[in-house]
């Protein structure tokens, strides 16, 4: 089947082009480029939900409820969920979906696992690129579920338009969350499993955190090199603040659910009225060309260097008698792109 | 073709109404170990839900795992909603206790093996690696 053919069928809401476009884009198929071409006019219009946090807090829990919410309010919705791959077999278990039985048949609803595979700069492109098919197929609003548990995943997880932590009693250890750097990107934090009497205590630990000013909000928009450089396009947005809602919930039977899709409904809007929306995308396109940059740099390098050069760095390094960083500006010489 | 990247993406699933999934869990363990990619949907799965399920996540493999005894009328009926979702090119295993007339009426009804207990994890992860259309890239 031509790639005109699929990414025509998955904009006129044909399902199975839809997965299969996933797969091509997680997979880097050759033609996955074009593809994307294809789609990236179509996409920007769905609002990205990031819902992150420790293992077993009840992210795909919330999820469903989120989902169902939506799906009431007649919103079509796609969720992806991230799991990681073992690095000991390069396989992984995907259990999300588990906790979404219910979303299953239901033509409003499309729900994607995916696990980490590879490297970071790996897994960001194709989780990227994977929300911009389903951006692309129309959903209103996009879940990604990742878990919090190291700084690989929170990268993805701030790649969302807005952010929800989940946090739980009894899990999650809090000096864990806070060296993830997983706090930092909030715009909602969520105490789940509240059926639990110490959930009390969580959600004064984060309140407390909070006015502590633990959570910069702005400054985190300028990470990436290019955006450093680029003194020109505005990175920041100068509105008012968000304040940063602490809301209970228990994702098993809905309670508090209300209060959630309220609290993303006043970000979304909180986003669109300080221009931090716009910014945001932005920050986000300008990562993903620096990543892409990269990543095809470094393609290049490869391409283009000798097998032999190589292997005399590589006994150079062996031998103490060239430093990484004298190996690199040697092989950058070698491909003709020393400075 | 392959793509360096590719994985072979299996689903589990457990149709019928009994509610435990003991067996089904260690072969999706099994399978990871391997290095496959297993997404894990749980007990109590319709048809319906196991080829919306297949359909959403473009999986190459789909693994049901029986017990109930009701494996006639239920594996077919899988077979049957894949082939109305449009999904005719995944490799279908079915693990259970099901006797040997039964294996040769199922595989007619297009499962393309049937594991019953005691054959090992390794000739279950030989089959599927060996017969897995990877038809994507
Ligand atoms: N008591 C209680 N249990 C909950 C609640 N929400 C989820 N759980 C349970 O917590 C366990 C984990 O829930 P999941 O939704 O799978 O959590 P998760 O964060 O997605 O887990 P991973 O994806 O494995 O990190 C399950 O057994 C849920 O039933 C809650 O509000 N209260
Ligand atoms: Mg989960």
Known sequence: MSIQTLTDQLLSGHRRSLARLITYVENDHPDAAEALERLYPHTGQAHLIGITGAPGTGKSSLVNQLAQAYRRREQRVAVLAVDPTSPFSGGAILGDRIRMTELTGDPGVFIRSMASRGSLGGLARAVGDALKVLDAAGFDKILLETVGAGQSEVEIAKTAQTVIVVEAPGLGDDVQAIKAGILEIADIFVVNKADRPEAKRTAAALKMMLELGHAPAHHLLRHSLLASLDQTSPYEAAGPAWTIPVLPTVAINGQGLDEVVAAIEQHRQHLLDSGELALRDRARLIDELETTLQSELMRQVIARLPADVLAEMVARLDDRSLTPQAAAQKILAAVGLAG | ?137
Not at chain 2, 2 to 26: C, E, F, S, Y
Not at chain 2, 32 to 51: F, K, N, W
Not at chain 2, 107 to 119: I, Q, R, W
């Open chain 2, 1 to 137: 073709m392959t793509t360096n990247t590719q994985k072979i993406r299996v689903l589990v699933a457990k149709p019928g109404l009994d509610g435990h999934d003991r067996g089904a869990k260690v072969v999706a363990r099994a399978l990871r170990d391997a290095g496959l990619e297993v997404i894990y949907t749980g007990i109590r799965q319709t048809p319906d839900m196991i080829a919306e399920s297949a359909l959403q996540e473009d999986v190459d493999v789909i693994g049901l795992s029986i017990l109930s005894g009701a494996h006639m009328a239920l594996l077919p009926a899988v077979v049957d909603k894949l082939r109305q979702v449009g999904i005719d090119d995944v490799l279908i295993v079915a693990g259970g206790i099901i006797p040997e007339q039964d294996i040769v009426a199922l595989k007619e009804a297009g499962v393309h093996a049937v594991f019953t207990p005691g054959t090992p994890m390794q000739s279950i992860i030989d089959f599927i690696k060996d017969n897995v259309p990877l038809n994507k890239a």
